[in-house]
């Protein structure tokens, strides 16, 4: 079921946009000391800020233009309504929020574009909803775009295999989800104990490890729960939450035909 | 205006034709009122023309609808737009945005109308349905009546010269729906629009058409009401008394009724209205004495006071906010009354846990979709029983009984509105709770289903339950209640048998008490088993 | 002044440049006096809607970041300074984990300076908070360029459904106290969020239906041709940014290049952008107007960043502190004046109109009756 029909412009619209912002994360890594982004290391996260949003717009338009009715628009704006209300939810849990069981499932159940859509318009509503609006904000767009786009892209199956691929997917998504968004500013806080610091010029080696050092002490306190909700919620009602959504999706009736059956006018 | 020719459908392409060779045509100006049971087609019918059977919902369609000329085979329902105004069943659900004048301004915002255009527009459909105060109002917190007529207005700022509705009524209140309904009268009269809505409450809007279609299993007959309304099942009370009395022609008003009523009246003179046996002795159920509930410094229950017995089906009634709901509620324990006891079954409600509250008392709320979990009939049916402590297959047992076609695959949302509402009535009553409380019951059911609702009520009743309803519906009311009771500002101002309470007031009398008062006649059956004994 | 709405645009100006302000500097006072013209600003002109409350959330993520970076200074120890505060046990792991350290002596300079520096990032997002509740996201979206319109409606629709959810949410609640039941722990928050759901799946298809027949979606036809232009053009420019972005990273290219190619892209994405709002027939009812008091509010915003940017080239001492107990923080008059300038929106601009949504007072169950 694809309740969004990516073209062949959509698919590649896509995956450039995806090796940008995978460069947008991954730089600290692979530039090497005397490059622009590393000399300029604190301003770099701004820079992405500013171009990933202009180019995500750029192919949210591109795959919008391939066929976005009606019908995709208001599923679209009603999970992300439902996200959006979750969110808030999960701060009260510290980040632990349970919207990734709603993303993942949507893109499962509707396709990889939905999910790609569904990921970031739903983080991009619940920013305006909750007041959340802020330099991250792209980035999380884009990340939680791939997790969605990912969900849509899993192999076939059903019953408990098709729970269990989900889940594991889930386990993955969740932790990198957090490790990707502390990479962004990661390089802008400059003063940072050396330990746990980005040090331009340093071997990617080096950096890789100051950055997990960076993960174990800030996040991962908050991703490996919220990996083990999303998971445990996926077993508990993946289920049902699926059942619902793909009989929402033949009720839109995505795939019916329409036919005109030609007769012979009577006069 | 509108012009069916030989139009079929059907969903999938070995499916049952859910159209079938229709041929009509609908003249300008007009308004056309819809009837048809549930499933005859009416929802598939009223899409037909804009075009969203078949461009939105898929399937298989053959012959041609036209509208103004343009056919919906090479039209899209969002480029007929600007000569269609179509407002489904429930306004909420339509809205796309959150404000009033943004919801109106929507419509021509997608089609690219002139700003200074627009904000004219925006004025005069503000006046026309008389919105004015509501304009900077966020739209949840409008009451039903001012959401419908936000709806309609919303498609009538792009200027169609067709108006499609479905159900605008059902949902509300005789107060609402009035309102609804005068300013669709208005527009048919003042802007010449043509009219076609569906509608189970033909009561209220039978007086208002001009043609009636009549949509028996997917084949259509039109004509003028009283022609139609000889032989038609789906009719309005005053309609079956006229039948009942062979009046020629058939009366559609209560106005031209009365005008016919004088020789009945003659007949019955020497009759008096057999009256339902009010049970007597029976164990008392609930006591309330000096009931008080406030939201804020707002009172909203101000000193109730009222006893119910087992075997008694009372009505509540009264106009909306007069405290229906927050008595019912009260009952029920969600909302903790501030002065004064009640007594369900001996118990306080109040002290009840969630488990044990069922036992005593259950409450079917307006949307009985609200009470459904599961993922089908079947599943709700059982956990229903575990919720209940009653032995597996109780529920469902008690459904195949009130309810025989309903399929246990069925996901709960997907039966009809009659459907839903048994499904939710077997739920609460699989506990056999003493007292049983319903919210509206009636809301969107069609005649065949709410007589089918009376039955199971009484049936409820006799076997010891007091049921306990608020409602607007006079007609079932007179049908079915042994005891009505008024609420008005938070206290109850009337409470006393049906006949004579509805009978004294206007406001609540039926259709057959309005016209043969000052008698206190108030339902067809009690005239039909007088003529009986008046022949023989 | 009558009550309107500032158009949102003009909010976020004024935040983003006395954002950019902020990240120009670490002297504390400074800081301290941007947050104090956002709390001002946000005082005088708070809407009562829900996104106005959400400035409150921002200050204590401000509290938090600043919090954090001192811990982390803390914990990791090793920093500049003499000053010795106390020391803590120092723990060090093993040469596979090259040896990272934790603990040790802590200084007073190296906790000064982490907080200066915690105290730039937090006061960068306070100033973003302040546009957040400041300026109505719905109004915002009014504002969206025709091609996103699609992208636009689904957050509208969004924002529409959010408070249906909320009060769906109480009643489900209650209706299932009535089947016995209690909404407590994960089993029970999970069986109240599959109704629900249903529910506005089920609300989603009316709404797409409505939205069908009012029009949603015309569009004239592209032609072949302007479809290939389009795809091309989309594509060129996200190459664009590709090559770009991947010059700036590796050493070789002058970066002055590598910024231009990035930029013709995003030029070439905006080209796009226009020719696909062309095809979209669509129109804006009572556009937020850009007046007087727009200008004020941008103005005011770049003048603060105007006066930073000055001292900043002109090398003034006052915008870099060093962490030592000997330099105490001067507050240069340059400060005051763009404290003052950064306030000037508090009396410039209109006040919200009032939100009435606290009609909704009686329960969404009558309001529907």
Redesign the interface.
Known sequence: MRAIPLGKPSVIAIAAISVIGVLSFLWPFVAPADSFLVVNSSETPLLFALIIPLLLVTVISQISDGGLDAKAIALLGALAAVISVLRPLGAGLGGIEPIWVILILAGRAMGPGFGFLLGSISLLASALFTGGVGPWLPFQMLAAAWVGLGAGLLPKASGKRELMILSAYAAVACVAFGFIMNLWFWPFSLNLPEQIAFTPGASAGENLLAWIRFNLATSLGFDLPRAALTVILIAVIGSPILQLLRRASRKAAFDAPTVFIETQRIS | MIIFESVSFRYTEQGPPVLRDLNLEIPAGELALLLGATGSGKTTFLRAINGLVPHFTGGYFTGRVSVDGRSTRVNQPRELADLVGFVPQDPVSGFVTDLVEDELAYSMECLGIDPPVMRRRVEEILDLLGLTELRNRPLHTLSGGQQQRVAIGSVLTAQPQVLVLDEPTSALDPGAAEEVLAALHRLVHDLGITVVLAEHRLERVMQYCDSILLLEDGSIRSGSPSELMQTSSIAPPVIHLGRLAGWDPLPISIRDARRAAPPLRALLANHSPRIQAVPTHSPRIVEIKKVHFSYGDKAVLRGVDLDLDAGEITALMGRNGAGKSTLLRTLVGLKTRSKGTIHVNGVDPNTLAAKDLLRHVGFVPQEPHDLFEALSVAAECKSSDSDAGCPPGTTRALLALMAPDVEDGTHPRDLSEGQQMLLALCLIVAAKPPLLLLDEPTRGLDYPTKKKLGEVLRGLANAGHSILMATHDVELVAELATRVVIMGDGEIVANGPTQSVITDSPMFAPQVSKVLAPERWITVEQIAHALSQELA | MTPRWLHPGAWWLWSLCLAATA?QTTNPLLLGLLICAAVIVVAARKPDA??G???E??LFLGAMIIT??VL??I?????LGTTVLFELPGISFPAW??G??LGGAVTLEALL??FY?GLR?ATI?IV??A???LAS??R??KAVPT??Y??G???????????????D?A??R?????????SKG??GF??L??????????????????????????HQKETTLGRRV??TL??G???L??IG??S????GTT?LV??FI?FI??ML??V??WR?GRTR???????DIWALPEWLVSIAGIAVLGIFFTARTGGDQALILTPALDTWPSLPWWGILAFGIACTPAITTPPP?AF??E???????????
């Open positions: 990240s829900p996104w409350k959400s400035f959330f921002f954090i970076r982390f200074q914990v990791f120890g090793a920093g984990m090259s990272l350290r300076g982490a520096d990032i997002a973003i908070g546009a957040n509740s996201p719905t915002l979206l091609a996103l699609e992208l409606v689904s957050i509208v629709v969004a924002l529409t459904f959010v408070p249906q959810l909320t009060s949410a009643r489900i209650e209706m299932r106290k009535l089947r016995g039941r209690n994960l089993k999970a069986s969020g599959l109704p629900i759901l249903a529910g506005a799946l089920d609300r989603s298809i009316i709404l797409a239906e409505s939205m069908d027949s009012r029009g949603y979606g015309r389009s795809v989309v594509l420019s996200l190459s940014a590709l972005v991947y700036l990273l590796t050493a970066a590598a910024i990035v892209g995003l994405g905006g796009t952008l696909a027939i669509r129109t804006v009812y009572r556009p109109p009435d949504i009609i909704s007072a009686p329960t969404s169950v009558e309001a529907r009756t």
